[in-house]
């Protein structure tokens, strides 16, 4: 359990530092930008899970994380409004954009699963 | 405007910037891991589109670059979280046949994606500063 949470740890780290390093290397901002939407933790974890727990539970984590990018691209979006208020630290926006992910994620798969759409 | 790679930009993070991207992709990587461990994979799937380094990169990037490149940034990001489900659709479709190699497929489909966006959106006009 310690060794796979250090081994989660360290490739998922790697693999955001990397795609982060990739972006800054790019001067046009709108272009270095799609790096900090890159799916690094989805390979980290769809790759240790696929190991772990076979292709079906990874097409189904896959399927929801799809999903999950209608809220992503919302919360980006809500990222990329706020941080032009000038009064706003860019920090602040984004930590309260969060709102908006956790609203767009989670609020359909509660009211699917109140409807007993994943058994 | 067309991408310009410029590799001295990659010296304007001080080291514990790169410390704080480390360590926050692996705390996320784990806690990703955790919630999809109590709560299943459908939760779990959820998190895999969390946004993970957004802030902390949006943080770094006002303060290296300004306000006004922090919004281009969040910008772009908005591309690649698109192409994040066109990443997360072709697991899907290939992972019962390909296995690890429908991961290394989905990483590749997810640049092309992002970079094809990018082009459509920004390629031909003047929309982006810098």
Known sequence: MVV?????????????????????????KTFSGLFGAAPSVAIATLGLALGKKGAEYVGTEARMMAFACVALFAYTSACALIAQKKGMPVWLGAALSYAVWLALALGPYAIARKAGLFG | ????????????????????????????????????????????????????????????VKRHDGRSQAVHDARGARIGAAAMAVFALTVVALVGRSGGLALAIAGVVWLAASVLGWFLVYGRGPRDAA
């Open chain 1, 4 to 28: 796979e949470m250090i081994v989660r740890f360290a490739l998922g780290g790697a693999l955001v530092w990397l795609f982060s390093l990739i972006g800054e290397a790019f001067e046009t």
């Open chain 2, 1 to 60: 405007m067309m991408p310009k790679v410029k590799l001295w930009g990659l010296t304007k993070s001080k080291w514990w910037e790169h410390l704080l991207r480390f360590v926050f992709g692996g705390l996320v990587t784990v806690g990703a891991g955790l919630v999809a461990q109590k709560w299943g994979p459908h939760v779990g799937g959820l998190f895999l589109a969390f946004p993970s380094i957004l802030p902390a990169s949006l943080t770094l």
